[in-house]
C-alpha cells in the first residue's frame, strides 16, 4: 500500500510541477486558485500481538480524511468523475484562457493520464479518491490509496490485487475524455 502510494507521490511531484510550469505561461490564470496533487504520507507499524507466542501484528496508519468530502475522482474499473461541483465549495474552478479550458474535475483525470505517459506507457496511476482541501492556498488534492495498473503482467504482485494490468489501462482511456491540461 505505501509503495504503491509513494510511487503515485513521486508522479504527483512532478506533474505538480510541469503543470505549473505550463499554467504560469498563460495570462489570466489565477495559480492561487488551481488545485495541486498530493498522495497523503502513510506508516506501517508493527506490534506485540501476544509475548506467548511472539506474533506480530500491523497497522497501517495515515491522515484522516474528512468523510463529508470525501469523493472517488476515478477508479481502477474505468469510472471517470464528471461534472462541476464539489461538496463544500460554492462554485467549482474553471480557467479559460481562449482556446485553453479545464476544469476542477479534469485535474485528477489528466494526472492519471500524465503517468501513463510519463512512465513511457508502463503503468497508469488511478482510483484516485480523497477530499479537496480548499482551505490551503493554492487547494490541494489529498488522496489515498491508489491502484497503479502495470502494462506488462508477469508473475509480480507489486501493485497488488487492484492492478488491471492492460486491460485496467484500457478502462481507462475508454471513459476519459482528455481535456487541455492532458
Not at 27 to 36: L, N, W, Y
Not at 65 to 73: H, N
Not at 100 to 105: A, C, D, W
Not at 143 to 171: C, M, S, V, W
Amino acid at each position: 500500500f505505501c509503495k504503491l502510494q509513494q510511487l503515485a507521490k513521486k508522479y504527483a511531484s512532478l506533474f505538480n510541477r510541469l503543470f505549473n510550469r505550463k499554467l504560469l505561461s498563460l495570462p489570466g490564470i489565477d495559480r492561487s486558485k488551481v488545485p495541486t496533487i498530493q498522495f497523503l504520507d502513510c506508516w506501517v507499524m508493527l506490534f506485540d500481538k501476544g509475548k506467548e507466542n511472539n506474533e506480530r501484528g500491523a497497522i497501517l496508519v495515515e491522515k484522516m480524511l474528512d468523510p463529508e468530502k470525501y469523493l472517488k475522482w476515478n477508479t481502477n474499473g474505468g469510472y471517470v468523475r464528471t461534472g462541476t461541483t464539489y461538496p463544500g465549495t460554492a462554485t467549482s474552478f474553471s480557467a479559460q484562457n481562449g482556446d485553453y479550458h479545464f476544469s476542477l474535475e479534469d485535474i485528477p483525470q489528466a494526472y492519471s493520464h500524465f503517468t501513463y505517459t510519463a512512465s513511457g506507457r508502463r503503468f497508469l496511476v488511478c482510483d484516485l479518491q480523497g477530499v479537496l482541501d480548499t482551505k490551503q492556498q493554492p487547494p490541494v488534492f489529498e488522496f489515498t490509496d491508489p491502484a497503479i495498473h502495470y502494462k506488462k503482467r508477469t508473475d509480480r504482485i507489486d501493485f497488488g490485487r487492484t492492478d488491471l494490468g492492460e486491460n485496467g489501462i484500457e478502462q481507462f482511456f475508454q471513459t476519459h475524455v482528455c481535456s487541455d491540461l492532458c
